[in-house]
């Protein structure tokens, strides 16, 4: 009797699949662009022709990424598809659907697989991003790999490519929260419970702009995320600290909490919001934020690698490797 | 100085990112749909208009799928994407490119990294999958998650849809290699060494004939894979044991190791055959063996399920849950 399984071990890997296919049905993510879906030897989707794949993977790891004891399984799952879609997102895409190969040891509670796949299935239906397939298999440790899969008008997608010396660097929303939440988690106060939203929208309306030189998203920090965007072009950022926008009352409960906000604005990850440089013409901050549906700061500007070297005075820092 | 960096977490995420573009790059694998390879937020891949996309993701996992002590890391990435090829062939799909999501301590020692890569990308080269992208984490074991992408005429792709009671049963090529020798490593005797051949051009070929029915590419053993093929519609395979095309000498190898050729076959993974239903009016073996440039065995045929129940006599078997 299927009430009496209480691990993943215990109800098998086809009926774990039918499980999961199940769930999916009863979510109902609308997928104009699947042909077949979950249970075959692969899926089938439709590109229109006016469009490229945009595909990207990306893994969260127990351990590494998430721990049962400071996050929900629900929670889990919500943040493994977000991060994946802020990846469509820093490339002007529409999605389309995902994978999940998801190993995980035999003794995992059925409400753990259920609460991440409910999670997962949550965003699903959010950005309209059906679950197609997967994989399933036991491993020591709890691992969801999403593959992504998307579309972008040809030739129209945004890329790290094309950022310029003189472009001025501007970011989406607001800096730094996933990072203080995190933080406090880690010392034992409060769990993560935060979803970012991914800037799929603004991503489409960025892609659509002239005017516009490299995106990405910030999901390892924007001091990496930055030094990724310009660095392979011999490109570095100066960043104005000052002009980073934290959210409200940000710096106060960084105090409280003996934290630096400047360092977890730059340094903390999984925000999620845009980072992308524009042209010294090309729209202002006010002008992006109407077309994007978001607040837009501009942070600092873009430099020869090797320019601007040290820590400059009031705030300025040079990120890159010089 | 890298000379003197001999293990992943030495070498850094980026630059470790940064020698698998470098490998890829030498290895030089064909890649005329790829727009926007490794490096980006996403790949970006161009279909023709009359195609669809097929899209598959698949996992191998240390201590579940191969073992360091048995298999060269070589070998470890050859079978990883011939897993994933094979599962575009059973769809009649042309390989586009892969990605690949990388988990391992920081530990692993930089030649077996490469040895995986080295192996990946020969078997890239020899069926031109490009590597388009990926992800690379830490985690306690090590563990490769690829996705690969394909392209099917519309409409055309094999599915595991389609099989009608009164079909007969074919497989290519010979089951139970793979299996033996998986047996034999995991008894301390030898390591497993061989690489099937994912069936991508007679999956193809097989995609444009008339009268087949549904499709299926033999990774968990042929039992099992049927069991996939037949159970979602109702229906079961009756099995002549005596047809089951074994390898040359295969029989008295497994007496040998005192395993059961049988057995072998039938329940023995990764042989990556294709097992496929035909109509009774549909091409005949020798047709079939001719189009799809294989040898092709028809070992039985399409039950509704519950007809033929038990074991019959003379090797007769029936699978599906009845």
């Known amino acids: 009797m299927l009430g009496s399984v209480e691990t993943l071990g215990e109800l098998g890997e086809d009926a774990a699949i039918e499980r999961i296919a199940r769930a999916a049905r009863r979510v109902g993510v609308r997928a104009p662009r699947v042909r077949l879906g979950i249970g075959d030897d692969a899926a089938l989707l439709r590109l229109a022709p006016s469009e490229e794949l945009a595909v990207s993977t990306d893994a969260r790891i127990e351990g590494v990424h998430f721990r049962w004891r400071s996050e929900s399984p629900r929670h889990v799952g919500r943040l493994a598809l977000v991060a994946n879609l802020s990846d469509l997102a820093a490339m002007g895409a529409r ?5 999940l190969a998801l190993a995980a040891p035999p003794q995992l509670a059925l409400g753990r697989f259920d609460g991440l796949l409910a999670g997962l299935l949550h965003e699903a239906r959010t950005h309209a991003c059906p679950l197609v397939g997967g994989n399933l298999c036991r491993a020591r440790e709890t691992s969801l790999t999403l593959t992504v899969l998307g579309a972008v008008p040809r030739g129209r997608a945004l890329t790290r490519r094309g950022a310029r010396p003189g472009d001025r660097i501007c970011v989406t929303g607001r ?14 106060r409060g769990r993560v419970e935060q979803v970012p939203e991914p800037r799929l929208a603004a991503g489409r309306a960025l892609a659509r702009l002239r005017g516009i030189g490299g995106a990405i998203d910030v999901s390892d920090g924007l001091e990496l995320d ?8 011999g490109l570095a950022a100066e960043i104005d600290g000052s002009k980073l926008p934290l959210p409200r009352g940000f710096a106060a409960r960084c105090r409280r909490a003996g934290l630096d906000p400047l360092e977890l604005a730059l340094g903390g990850g999984e925000d999620y919001e845009l980072a992308f440089s524009v042209r010294p013409r090309g729209p202002s901050p006010r002008a992006l934020a109407a ?11 873009v430099v020869a690698r090797g ?3 040290g820590r400059p005075a009031r705030g300025w820092r040079h990120l890159g490797r010089g």
Not at 226 to 233: I, N
Not at 294 to 299: H, K, R, S
């Open 175 to 188: 800096l730094g929260a996933m990072a203080l939440e995190v933080a406090r988690a880690e010392r034992g």
């Open 291 to 301: 077309r994007l549906g978001l607040p837009v700061t501009e942070i600092g500007r």
């Open 307 to 309: 320019r601007g070297r």
């Open 226 to 233: 930055l030094v990724r965007l310009l660095g392979p072009a």
């Open 95 to 99: 999605p389309l659907g995902f994978l």
